[in-house]
């Protein structure tokens, strides 16, 4: 019974370990992006421009996605963070859809940064792994 218990620890918190590690490089990369986009927003703004946002909105989208990331690195508002993530990467991919840029670079790393969101919350909350169990195929 004792070597069960120890030996379900381990497993958790290996689990937890590579939770954290897929969140945090979804953190880094959020926030170097936010960091760009308020402390030079010229590296950005031609781009911003060709999806046909003003280059004046890279401040406010800096902030927005470092409020973000700040909220999915804090275990207690990591589940608001994950969806506002969520919001802002579905609005990006929307926006490569709208410039018929279908399967882009930016769609296929708005969508994995999404799925490594979620991942690495689902392997370091327990509360989500319990709200959202991996069943078996098999029995």
């Not at 379900?8 to 945090?24: C, D, H, L, M, Q």
């Not at 994950?82 to 279908?102: D, N, S, V, Y």
Request: overall charge positive; charged content about 10%; hydrophobic content about 55%.
């Amino acid at each position: 019974m004792l070597g069960e218990a120890t030996a379900e620890n381990v497993n958790v918190r290996r689990i937890s370990w590579a939770g954290w590690t897929i969140s945090s490089i979804v953190i880094l990369v959020l926030a170097a992006d936010a960091a760009v986009n308020l402390f030079s927003p010229a590296m950005v703004g031609a781009q911003m421009q060709e999806t046909g946002f003003p280059t004046s909105l890279a401040f406010p989208l800096g902030l927005i996605i470092l409020l973000c990331a700040i909220l999915y690195a804090i275990p207690r508002t990591a589940m608001l963070g994950a969806i506002l993530i969520t919001g802002f990467l579905g609005g990006a991919i929307c926006t490569h859809f709208r410039l018929g840029e279908i399967g882009s670079p930016p769609q296929l790393i708005s969508l994995l940064l999404g799925v490594m969101a979620w991942g690495g919350l689902y392997f370091r909350d327990k509360r989500l792994r319990n709200l959202l169990p991996v069943r078996s195929a098999i029995g």
